[in-house]
């Protein structure tokens, strides 16, 4: 598990000269058209509680149906720990979240926390197919899908100009919906339904693909979550 995350932030790190060169669709937060997904006032202390919350407000707002299965639950990853959480499932679509603060390695690199599913790797350790988003301690979001081995990355991004800044605790929402994927901040939208290339099955997947929520470098992450549906 940990080496499908390492080899998608590798994948990532690769791209970055490319991205100096080319332009990549920015997209803008937007209050006003945004979902109002759990907000940190919102957080209960009851941590087991927090995700259902989550799910719940999806399916009021017909985002997504009332099946699924909670797929992980972990209560805190810190990368100098290796931890993290992980599953794998053959659901089609998932949800993932945490409550993260990324921070500088203290060195040139940035700290990474990363939201990773419908991962496939090969024996050689290439990842054939994966979507995930990626924080940054420059207050950055990438959002990445990785259509084949040693395909470059199709990615999108923003930079929250320091609002909200991840050097503080931030509440993280990825869903992994059909053929887009979206992510929230404090309920505030980063990206929207970018949208995504890889062919989906029409139901399951025929064989399990995983998810993985994980620390990188910098990154703590509590409350650390993935849902199936």
């Known amino acids: 598990m940990k080496r499908l995350a390492l080899a998608f932030v590798l994948s990532l790190v690769t791209t970055f000269g490319v991205l100096a060169q080319k332009e990549t669709p920015t997209?803008?937060?937007?209050?006003?058209?945004?979902?109002?997904?759990?907000?940190?006032?919102?957080?209960?202390?009851?941590?087991?509680?927090?995700?259902?919350?989550?799910?719940?407000?999806?399916?009021?707002?017909?985002?997504i149906p009332e099946d699924g299965e909670l797929l992980f639950l972990e209560d805190m990853a810190l990368e100098p720990l290796e931890g993290g959480g992980s599953?794998?499932?053959?659901?089609?679509n998932y949800i993932m979240g945490a409550l993260i603060s990324v921070r500088e390695d203290g060195g040139d690199s940035a700290g990474v926390c990363t939201f990773i599913t419908r991962g496939e790797m090969n024996r050689q350790g290439q990842i054939l197919?994966?979507?995930?988003?990626?924080?940054?301690?420059?207050?950055?979001?990438?959002?990445?899908?990785?259509?084949?081995?040693?395909?470059?990355?199709?990615?999108?991004?923003?930079?929250?100009?320091?609002?909200?800044?991840?050097?503080?605790?931030?509440?993280?929402?990825?869903?992994?919906?059909?053929a887009a994927v979206s992510v929230w901040a404090d309920g505030i939208p980063m990206i929207e339904e970018w949208e995504l290339e890889n062919e989906l099955p029409d139901g399951e997947f025929a064989d399990p693909v995983t998810t993985l929520v994980n620390p990188e470098f910098g990154c703590v992450m509590t409350e650390l979550w993935a849902y199936g549906f």
């Open 87 to 92: 599953a794998d499932a053959t659901y089609r």
């Open 129 to 178: 197919r994966a979507t995930g988003v990626v924080i940054t301690s420059d207050d950055e979001v990438y959002a990445i899908e990785q259509t084949g081995p040693n395909r470059q990355p199709r990615m999108t991004s923003i930079d929250t100009d320091g609002d909200p800044t991840f050097y503080n605790p931030i509440y993280i929402v990825v869903l992994v919906k059909d």
């Open 27 to 63: 997209p803008t937060p937007n209050d006003e058209d945004g979902l109002p997904l759990l907000h940190r006032t919102e957080l209960s202390e009851d941590y087991d509680t927090n995700w259902e919350c989550v799910v719940a407000e999806l399916q009021i707002l017909e985002l």
